[in-house]
């Protein structure tokens, strides 16, 4: 078993930044690909991003490529999303996600039904 348990979201303004952390226990982290979705109100989940275990492989959902940045510390058993240049239509519930894997490379990337644990989510909300 995984817990994960999400930080760092709040209130921001558009054009700002915010950091959010996944703290993650439990098990070996540095065996879990993680991830990270976001669903907003009255629509349906969405990819965001996910990094392997090792770090050597990131995907990223296209449309937010170049503003949101997904890393990890394994020593921390931490993984962020670095958030740049907000936009109102990024206020959504940000969830975080954990996936075992022996493959060093590997994510599930946006399969949400091979992600194996996920947080309870951090409300992230962006003014206009």
């Known amino acids: 078993q995984v817990q994960l348990v999400e930080s760092g979201g709040g209130l921001v303004q558009a054009g700002g930044s915010l950091r959010l952390s996944c703290a993650a226990s439990?098990?070996?982290?540095?065996?879990?690909?993680m991830g990270w979705f976001r669903q907003a109100p009255g629509k349906e989940r969405e990819f965001v991003a996910a990094?392997?275990?090792?770090?050597?492989?990131?995907v990223s959902a296209n449309s937010l490529k170049g503003r949101f940045t997904i890393s990890r510390e394994n020593a921390k058993n931490t993984v962020y999303l670095q958030m740049n240049s907000l936009k109102p239509e990024d206020t959504a519930v940000y969830y975080c996600?954990?996936?075992?894997?022996?493959?060093?490379?590997?994510?599930?990337?946006?399969?949400?039904?091979?992600?194996?644990?996920w947080g309870q989510g951090t409300q992230v909300t962006v003014s206009s």
């Open positions: 996600a954990a996936h075992f894997s022996d493959r060093y490379y590997y994510t599930p990337g946006d399969v949400e039904a091979e992600w194996d644990y």
């Open positions: 439990g098990r070996t982290f540095s065996s879990y690909a």
């Open positions: 990094i392997s275990w090792s770090g050597s492989n990131i």
